[in-house]
């Protein structure tokens, strides 16, 4: 089993900035890929960014040159800085880490999710 802690949301004014950080725990023997989900009020989930495990970085378009995801492999943490936030950003974000466990199991387990209000 793998469990996964979301911090980091809240309200913040446009222009404003955010970390986001899930810490996962659990049986794990390697993570493939960290993402972070997104989604807006009354709208679909969708996703923002995602880190592979060599390193490998994309990013929604909306948020390019914004956002910034990064992991910490010692902690199997993943991060999201968000800077310059706009309206548009509110969502309640979701992290999603895939991989394998020890006894070989693979897994793909998603975050709570946590608020982000962008409003002044």
């Known amino acids: 089993q793998v469990q996964l802690v979301e911090s980091g949301g809240g309200l913040v004014q446009p222009g404003g900035s955010l970390r986001l950080s899930c810490a996962a725990s659990?049986?794990?023997?390697?993570?493939?890929?960290m993402y972070w989900y997104r989604q807006p009020p009354g709208k679909q989930r969708e996703l923002v960014a995602v880190i592979t495990s060599s390193g490998y970085t994309n990013y929604a378009e909306s948020v390019k040159g914004r956002f910034t995801i990064s992991r910490d492999n010692a902690k199997s943490t993943v991060y999201l800085q968000m800077n310059s936030l706009k309206p548009e950003d509110t969502a309640v974000y979701y992290c999603n880490l895939r991989g394998r466990l020890r006894i070989g199991q693979v897994f793909d387990t998603w975050g709570q999710g946590t608020q982000v209000t962008v409003s002044s």
């Open positions: 659990g049986n794990i023997m390697s993570i493939t890929a």
